[in-house]
Each structure stands twice: as C-alpha cells, then as structure tokens.
C-alpha cells in the first residue's frame, strides 16, 4: 500500500458538514427537503460508493430534510453498503418492481418531510434525473410541485474540503508520474491501441484505481481529433501524440494531457506547444478568489490571439473538476463564475495551428488564497521529444 496515500472514505463528521451547509442552503431558498438521485450527489451526501451504478435498471434516491440526516430511498439490493455508512434511516423495495420501482415509498417518504410544493431537485446544466419521466410526473404531482436545486447543488460540490483536494492531490500525482515514464515505455512501430493499453497499464501501475477516461490521438505532424478512440495505425517518426487522461483515486478525477513528438517535430508543432504551455502560465497568473471565470478565459485566450491562433471551437478552456470528470464551472467567454477558494479546477487552453492540426494543453489546480496551487507537476515548456 502506498503510504502516501489519503485515507480513503471520510469521516462522518465531513458528511455532517456538507448535510448542514445543505441545509442552509435550502433554507434560504425555501425549500423543505431536496431530492437528488445521480450517483455523484447521493455518494457526495452519504457516502454510498458502488460500481452498481453502471447498471441502468434501478432507482436510486436520497431526500434531505430540514433538519436531520439523509434519508436513503434505495432498492434492497443496496441496502447492506448503504447502511455501512454514516446514514441511519435507510427505506428500501424489492427492484425492479416496474409498476412502483420506489415511487410509492419516496412520495410517502417526501410528505413526511414536508412536500408541500417547496421539494427541491437539480434541473439546471451538468445534472439529469435518472428516474422514468413517468415517475417523476408522479412525483411532481403528489409534491405539489418541485423546485429548481441546481445552484444549491453547485454550490456545496464546486468548493472542495481538504479532505477532497487530498485525493485530487494524490490521483493528479500518480498520474504525472505516469506521463513522466511514457519517453520510456512508447516508441515507434507500436500501433495507437497498443500505445493505450501500455499507458493504461502505467497509470494503473502508479497506483490509479481506475482509469475511466482516457482519449487522444497519434498524427504526422499534427493533429486534429484529440478525442477519438485509439486505432490500429502505426506511430511514425515525426508523429505527435496526445494523451488525455481521467484516471481516479477513491472516486475523485484528475484531468489533465500531456503532448509528445517522436523522433522530431517541425518549428510550427513547437510554437504551437509554447503558446498553450505560455496561455496555460497566464491562466495560472489570472487565478485567485475574486477572479472569474471569463477572466481566466480572457488571460489565456489573449496569449493564444498573439501567438496566430486560427481559432478554438470547443466551448471551453477549463472546468471545474471533482467526482466526476468535467464539474461546474466553464472558463468561457461569458461564464462570470467567481472564482472562490478551495475550487478544483483545470486549464485547458487549445487553438489550431495549421489546417487540421489542433494543439491542447491542460492542467489541474486548487485556488487557494493567494493563487493557484497545481496538483499535476507542471509540464516541460518545450514539446518533449521521444
């Protein structure tokens, strides 16, 4: 076991805090209870922390009332890991029941708390209900209505505890060490899918409990599609090569890449390189609680205008990052977040180049106090050459 690691899980006395800043939460928007039912929100308020979510067959909810704990409303199959959590009051069915998979118990559960017309749900960006439509217009009906829960949600998970951040801290570690041993386990002739599964296997090495996003692409002397899945082509001197990775440790992401070249690169693949590296010191210098969003965008985007770029289309130079891979907030144009301490967040600025080719580069940091604390150990300011 790696010594350095956090502990993993978190104390009850961390679930009683996020339950209680919850709550004020709602209070102030005059909501009686909340209803989430997406694995990130039911883990971040319980502490439930299952692969069984990747099966789609069941509902899964927990309601927040007033005052006092979570309540679980979960089918009886996760009823034993649900009740080896802080959580007391766990109601369970037999699932899947589809004629009342849980609808039943949850309504009776809602009124109980209060559902008088001021339930609350996320509705807004990043969030989804994972019920059938049909269930939730029962629910919605026997409630009296529901309210718009987003920003009580966006505001609990975007500031991280110390706790969080030292899982972040620990994955982003790993991970670069990871990249860092890549000049020494790729080379030419390896073919894309066999350059993945090696990476793969490093991160997994390192000590990465999962690895369950990882994109990027291999071109001659370009490239222009850095999220494809990998293909049988083989890599070639002069090839650049980027690798995207979200790999875990005990839940929490990191999220950042790292670009290669083989044997050489031409002059306009290492200006490209410079800008974003250059762009990515100005985000790091535009950091702090107070700043925005968009004044992290601007900061990196102004570096990218003066070094030629032909454009950047994908929405976004960043984001909030947590218990999944991509959080709120945006660093876009027009975003305004303010920026507070103790967010997660990535930089990732990018700009085409040349005609089909794309360079990108991401990092992940905490905001603290007095600026941006980086997580993942910086990269080289010259394109690395393998």
């Given at each position: 076991?790696d010594q350095?690691?956090?502990?993993?899980?978190f104390?009850d006395d961390?679930f009683?805090?996020?339950?209680?800043?919850?709550?004020?939460?709602?209070?102030?928007r005059?909501?009686?209870?909340?209803?989430v039912?997406?694995?990130?929100?039911?883990?971040?308020?319980?502490?439930?922390f299952?692969?069984?979510?990747?099966?789609?067959?069941r509902?899964?909810?927990?309601?927040?009332?007033s005052?006092g704990?979570p309540?679980?409303?979960?089918?009886?199959i996760g009823g034993?890991?649900m009740?080896?959590?802080?959580?007391?009051?766990?109601?369970?069915w037999?699932?899947?029941r589809?004629l009342?998979?849980g609808?039943?118990?949850?309504?009776a559960?809602?009124?109980?708390?209060g559902g008088?017309?001021?339930v609350g749900l996320?509705?807004?960006?990043?969030t989804?209900?994972r019920?059938?439509?049909k269930d939730?217009?029962l629910?919605?009906?026997?409630?009296?209505?529901l309210?718009?829960?987003t920003?009580?949600?966006?505001s609990?998970?975007?500031v991280?505890?110390?706790a969080?951040i030292?899982?972040h801290?620990?994955?982003?570690g790993?991970v670069?060490?990871?990249f860092?041993?890549?000049?020494s386990?790729?080379s030419?002739?390896?073919?894309?899918?066999?350059a993945?599964?090696?990476?793969?296997?490093e991160?997994?090495?390192?000590?990465?409990?999962?690895?369950?996003?990882?994109?990027?692409a291999?071109?001659?002397g370009?490239?222009?599609?850095?999220i494809?899945?990998p293909s049988?082509?083989?890599?070639?001197?002069?090839?650049?090569?980027?690798?995207?990775?979200?790999?875990t440790y005990?839940?929490?992401f990191s999220?950042f890449?790292?670009?290669?070249a083989?044997?050489?690169?031409?002059?306009?693949?290492?200006?490209?390189?410079?800008?974003?590296?250059?762009?990515?010191?100005?985000g790091?210098?535009?950091i702090?609680p107070?700043?925005?969003?968009?004044d992290?965008?601007?900061?990196?985007?102004?570096?990218?205008k003066?070094?030629?770029?032909l454009?950047n289309d994908?929405?976004?130079?960043g984001?909030g990052?947590?218990?999944?891979?991509?959080e709120?907030p945006?660093?876009t144009?027009?975003?305004?977040?303010e920026l507070?301490?103790?967010?997660v967040?990535?930089?990732?600025?990018?700009l085409?180049?040349?005609?089909?080719?794309?360079?990108v580069h991401?990092?992940?940091l905490?905001?603290r106090?007095?600026?941006?604390?980086?997580?993942?150990?910086r990269?080289?300011?010259?394109?690395?050459?393998?």
């Amino acid at each position: 076991m790696d010594q350095s690691a956090p502990p993993r899980g978190f104390t009850d006395d961390e679930f009683a805090h996020r339950t209680e800043r919850c709550q004020q939460l709602m209070a102030e928007r005059g909501m009686s209870a909340l209803l989430v039912c997406t694995e990130p929100e039911v883990r971040y308020l319980t502490g439930f922390f299952t692969p069984f979510w990747q099966s789609p067959t069941r509902p899964w909810f927990t309601v927040v009332p007033s005052v006092g704990k979570p309540i679980a409303v979960i089918p009886s199959i996760g009823g034993p890991s649900m009740r080896a959590t802080w959580i007391d009051d766990v109601r369970t069915w037999s699932s899947p029941r589809p004629l009342d998979d849980g609808v039943s118990l949850l309504i009776a559960t809602l009124r109980e708390v209060g559902g008088d017309g001021s339930v609350g749900l996320p509705m807004g960006p990043e969030t989804h209900v994972r019920m059938p439509l049909k269930d939730l217009d029962l629910v919605r009906e026997a409630v009296g209505g529901l309210l718009d829960a987003t920003d009580v949600i966006t505001s609990l998970r975007m500031v991280k505890s110390e706790a969080e951040i030292a899982k972040h801290r620990h994955i982003c570690g790993l991970v670069s060490s990871a990249f860092e041993a890549l000049p020494s386990i790729l080379s030419t002739g390896m073919t894309e899918r066999e350059a993945f599964r090696t990476f793969r296997e490093e991160l997994l090495r390192q000590g990465a409990d999962d690895v369950p996003y990882l994109v990027g692409a291999t071109g001659p002397g370009g490239i222009d599609d850095i999220i494809r899945q990998p293909s049988d082509r083989e890599i070639d001197a002069g090839d650049l090569l980027i690798f995207d990775t979200g790999s875990t440790y005990d839940g929490y992401f990191s999220d950042f890449d790292r670009n290669f070249a083989f044997g050489h690169a031409d002059q306009g693949a290492k200006d490209a390189y410079r800008a974003v590296w250059e762009a990515t010191e100005a985000g790091l210098e535009a950091i702090r609680p107070g700043a925005t969003t968009t004044d992290v965008f601007s900061a990196m985007n102004a570096v990218l205008k003066a070094n030629g770029s032909l454009g950047n289309d994908v929405g976004r130079m960043g984001h909030g990052l947590g218990m999944q891979v991509t959080e709120w907030p945006s660093h876009t144009a027009d975003d305004e977040t303010e920026l507070l301490e103790n967010m997660v967040l990535t930089l990732e600025p990018g700009l085409v180049w040349a005609p089909g080719k794309a360079m990108v580069h991401e990092e992940n940091l905490v905001v603290r106090a007095d600026g941006a604390e980086l997580l993942s150990r910086r990269a080289a300011p010259e394109l690395p050459i393998i």
